[in-house]
């Protein structure tokens, strides 16, 4: 029986993924915890088992007034809103029902002392919030590949230089389709370059207020 190739996944459109964003930025009435693990998906295309297990000590850090998460080997500076839902949440006391000397060690503790949330818990909570994790990833990862080379991407996300690799080709694909289309329709629409850089910029409303450039 011939190879069946796995379907590239599928991501979701340029304003449904930055109206998430936005919502998880700005909305109180969301849970801290759903709001910060949201932004890590929607922006760094993180899988849910790596956000639910990031500790306290070596993710989150600051260097001369700017806080950096490390999500593979290199620092990430950190937009200012996302910055204070991070700190705030590693500020946090250990859950009641841990011992009252027990240090939290994790971003997304979980409901046993010791332990981090759960990827399949941390799933149902954003779920509930209408926020798709595969759908938001996969966007997340094509944006950033669109702009940052493989050996960039890799160190800054964890990837292995492979995947990286792929999901610049993914990215290269999605970009000349996007051109065909535009071109076929006749419309040059906006320039997109620079997509997941310009979109940490504040020059959209709702969009984080800082420049995406990896390294301390």
């Known amino acids: 029986m011939p190879h069946r190739p796995k ?22 009435r969301l849970d801290l915890d759903v709001r910060a693990a949201s932004a890590i998906l929607l922006l760094f295309g993180q899988h849910l088992t790596r956000i639910a297990a990031l500790p306290t000590t070596t993710s989150l850090t600051t260097h001369d007034g700017a806080t950096f998460l490390t999500l593979g080997r290199t620092p990430i ?16 006391p250990a859950p009641q029902a841990w011992a009252a000397n027990t240090s939290a060690g994790w971003l997304f503790p979980g409901h046993l002392p010791g332990a981090h949330i759960s ?13 798709p994790n595969r759908p938001a990833r996969t ?12 050996a960039l991407l890799g160190p800054m996300l964890g990837l292995h230089p492979i995947t990286a690799v792929q999901w610049r080709r993914r990215a ?23 997509r997941q850089h310009q979109a940490l910029k504040p020059d ?3 969009r984080p207020g800082a420049t995406l450039h990896p390294g301390v």
């Open 172 to 194: 290269a694909t999605d970009w000349t389709a996007y051109l065909e289309a535009r071109t076929a329709a006749g419309d040059q629409g906006p320039d997109r370059t620079g």
């Open 139 to 150: 966007t997340a990862l094509v944006a950033l590949a669109c702009d940052l080379p493989p």
């Open 204 to 206: 959209r409303p709702g």
């Open 77 to 92: 500076p950190l937009p200012t809103t996302l910055a204070d839902f991070l700190t705030t949440l590693a500020d946090h």
């Open 119 to 131: 990827a399949a818990a941390l799933s149902r909570r954003l779920a509930a919030q209408h926020i």
């Open 7 to 28: 379907a590239d996944p599928v991501g979701l459109d340029e304003d449904s993924h930055w109206d998430l964003l936005h919502q998880c930025l700005t909305d109180t």
